[in-house]
């Protein structure tokens, strides 16, 4: 499968986004693609609107391993793309239309052509959520054929093409969305103590937050705690009787997670308190970290050093990505894949280039022959 090919089905996948667990045209596309390969080496499942497909190894000693993520994200595209997305508000903003394809063109060769190994290919919905990974882990086909190894790759805008990067240990962190609720009593703007105000409530408490990673933190370890939305009252004049914050938390343990996750609650009753309301919050998707096991990502350094390709070692980085949770169960790893684009992951105008796709397919399928 070679690039023009590549990125035929690329920019057929970047048409159809579809979010979390709806990736209903996604999944006929990809088991119309795999229907037109050579089945006498595969076994094809679906679960959900996933896919798993086993290719049959010549000797088959071995299972490993390969997973691509297939959600976009809610999001208007203004890449000005002729093949831009076809549904609004939807948009591959996070590469996964070239996960996919990678996945294909390295399914493609080894369907003519099988590794010593037996292969599994896992096409995981939800990624972006409310998170695919940790309830796939539990379907019976990946319990027959359990993979002795796994690992995926993740798109990288700042890296070159041609080159990939990664590193053993902690790669991701650990995250949780969250959601806190404010309800007290709405009033006239000119009875401010007849009131209790949300917005004064929620103004405050998320500069309170703040000092959960300052002060209740150890100064070695390290955590964030971003709101990057709020929502409160109706008009100028109104005091607020309800307020919403969003946002994220992030840490390189799980065991900081399991802190941060007990002084906001703490904290919250304090402000039950003193603001005389109501608080209720809700973690949304919690992602496990990505922690990559040492000799496997040896062994994929060796595949990269054996080819015309670079590698370079990675930075832990805030992001999140539940490919931890399989990573938690089956020793594996992930690594970035370079595709030089200006814009960055989850921005509208994310352009990465096409000629990365023949680099991952390359890399993936000379490591899946390698092991």
């Known amino acids: 499968?070679?690039?023009?090919?590549?990125?035929?089905?690329?920019?057929?996948?970047?048409?159809?986004?579809?979010?979390?667990?709806?990736?209903?045209?996604?999944?006929?596309?990809?088991?119309?693609?795999?229907?037109?390969?050579?089945?006498e080496a595969l076994t094809v499942e679906t679960w959900r609107t996933g896919i798993f497909v086993k290719v049959e190894g010549k000797r088959g000693e071995k299972t490993i391993g390969y997973r691509a993520d297939i959600d976009g994200l809610p999001l208007n595209e203004e890449t000005g793309f002729d093949f831009r997305s076809l549904h609004q508000g939807r948009m591959h903003a996070c590469g996964h239309d070239f996960h996919m394809t990678i996945a294909l063109g390295a399914l493609t060769r080894l369907a003519s052509d099988p590794a010593d190994h037996h292969v599994v290919f896992l096409f995981q919905p939800a990624e972006e959520?409310?998170?695919?990974?940790?309830?796939?882990?539990?379907?019976?086909?990946?319990?027959?054929?359990?993979?002795?190894t796994i690992f995926g790759l993740h798109i990288a805008p700042e890296l070159p093409v041609g080159s990939v990067s990664t590193k053993p240990g902690l790669l991701f962190?650990?995250?949780?969305?969250?959601?806190?609720?404010?309800?007290?009593?709405?009033?006239?703007?000119?009875?401010?103590?007849?009131a209790k105000d949300m917005v004064v409530a929620g103004s405050s408490f998320v500069t309170h937050l703040q000092q959960i990673v300052a002060r209740r933190l150890d100064p070695l370890d390290s955590a964030v705690i971003t709101i990057g939305k709020m929502e409160a009252g109706t008009v100028q004049n109104i005091i607020a009787q309800e307020a919403r914050l969003e946002g994220t938390i992030r840490t390189l343990t799980p065991e900081s997670m399991d802190q941060v996750k007990s002084d906001i609650e703490k904290l919250a009753?304090?402000?039950?308190?003193?603001?005389?309301?109501?608080?209720?919050?809700h973690?949304?998707?919690?992602?496990?970290?990505?922690?990559?096991?040492?000799?496997?990502?040896?062994?994929?350094?060796?595949?990269v050093d054996s080819s015309s390709y670079e590698f370079?070692?990675?930075?832990?980085?805030?992001?999140?990505?539940?490919?931890?949770?399989?990573?938690?169960?089956?020793?594996?790893?992930?690594?970035?894949?370079?595709?030089?684009?200006?814009?960055?992951?989850?921005?509208?105008?994310?352009?990465?280039?096409?000629?990365?796709?023949?680099?991952?397919?390359?890399?993936?399928?000379?490591?899946?022959?390698?092991?």
């Open 1 to 39: 499968m070679e690039l023009e090919k590549l990125i035929e089905v690329r920019r057929n996948l970047h048409q159809i986004p579809e979010l979390g667990f709806e990736e209903e045209k996604t999944q006929t596309f990809l088991l119309d693609y795999i229907k037109q390969l050579p089945q």
């Open 129 to 148: 959520g409310p998170g695919g990974a940790e309830p796939m882990l539990q379907a019976d086909f990946l319990k027959q054929h359990k993979p002795d």
């Open 173 to 194: 962190a650990n995250t949780s969305e969250l959601f806190i609720d404010f309800k007290g009593v709405g009033g006239h703007a000119a009875f401010p103590h007849m």
């Open 269 to 281: 009753k304090g402000f039950e308190i003193s603001n005389d309301c109501h608080i209720s919050i």
């Open 283 to 303: 973690y949304g998707s919690n992602y496990y970290q990505v922690f990559n096991d040492k000799e496997a990502v040896q062994s994929f350094k060796h595949t």
């Open 312 to 371: 370079k070692e990675a930075s832990m980085a805030m992001t999140g990505e539940d490919f931890g949770y399989m990573l938690k169960e089956i020793p594996g790893f992930m690594f970035w894949l370079g595709v030089d684009s200006e814009a960055g992951l989850h921005q509208s105008a994310l352009n990465p280039k096409e000629e990365a796709l023949l680099v991952g397919v390359n890399l993936v399928e000379a490591h899946m022959r390698g092991l």
